[in-house]
């Protein structure tokens, strides 16, 4: 039952989010210019965004209601049955997603017209940036720049962290709206959205304090002619890996929390 309403609900939009880029490859090859790899993930990235805040509202948005909620509470399954499908299909949206549009934009890319011209190596905004870098010469040896090697060090130090950042992230921002459907009647979506939004503020107003209280000055009000690109590698992904730690640990709590509402729903 639950498959036959996603797919009635969501998928069309899923479909929709997972060709995102067959527009972008239309406008290449229409107009003639090539679209860097790095545009295209991003493109990729906000559709999982997107799938993350339409996708518990659009196929699970009437669980809690008072006439099609009640329908739902007498199936004859157990809380737990009832759970684990509505996690298979939070989980799922996104790495259908993910992998969907990897394997069309390969697709679009081999073709011999078009402006794809490189393929997407990386998941993660770090390690596309230095695969466009790489795909518009930036990182080859030029006396201009100098030495890049302390840089390339630096960026593949957060690259190594911000994999399980994109996938945590990724799971927290789905169990959010997740519980948010089944916490708000009306309006699911955008209360949940303004709530996201104030939490992801206050969190950012305290990081910043405590950066600025730390002895962090140097990377905040940098001196170019003595910057130390290893050590501030090494502090951005020591920071991403307790941002990853401290969100595993509140995504496991939300999806706790998912469960035990579902448990004891009132209509």
């Known amino acids: 039952m639950d498959g036959k309403k996603y797919l009635r609900n969501f998928g069309i939009t899923l479909a929709i989010l997972c060709c995102l880029n067959v527009g972008n490859w239309l406008l290449t090859a229409v107009f003639n210019f090539p679209m860097p790899a790095f545009i295209r993930y991003m493109t ?5 965004f997107l799938s993350c805040i339409l996708m518990p509202a659009k196929a699970f948005g009437d669980i809690n209601l008072p006439r099609e909620g009640v329908r739902y509470a007498m199936l004859p399954v157990s809380n737990l049955e009832k759970y684990l499908s509505y996690l298979l299909y939070g989980v799922m949206t996104p790495v259908v997603i993910v992998l969907l549009s990897y394997g069309i934009d390969s697709l679009l890319t081999l073709l011999p017209v078009g402006g794809f011209q490189h393929y997407i190596k990386s998941l993660g905004i770090m390690g596309t940036t230095m695969d466009f870098m790489e795909e518009m010469g930036a990182l080859e040896a030029d006396p201009s720049m100098g030495d890049v090697s302390d840089l390339l ?6 690259g190594s962290v911000e994999v399980w950042n994109y ?5 927290f921002t789905m169990g959010i709206f997740m519980m948010g459907n089944l916490l708000f009647k009306r309006h699911k979506t955008g209360i949940t959205f303004a709530i996201m939004m104030g939490f992801s503020y206050v969190v950012s107003t305290i990081s910043q304090l405590l950066l600025f209280s730390s002895n962090v000055r140097e990377f905040l009000v940098p001196d170019p002619d003595n910057f130390d690109f290893g050590k501030l590698g090494e502090m951005t992904s020591g920071m991403m890996l307790t941002s990853v730690i401290l969100y595993t640990l509140l995504t496991i709590a939300l999806y706790t929390g998912i469960f035990f509402k579902l448990k004891t729903q009132k209509y």
Not at 44 to 48: E, G, S, T
Not at 167 to 171: A, E, F, K, R, S
């Open 153 to 158: 060090d630096m960026m593949h130090k957060i």
């Open 44 to 48: 990729i990235y906000l559709a999982v």
């Open 167 to 171: 996938i945590v992230g990724i799971l």
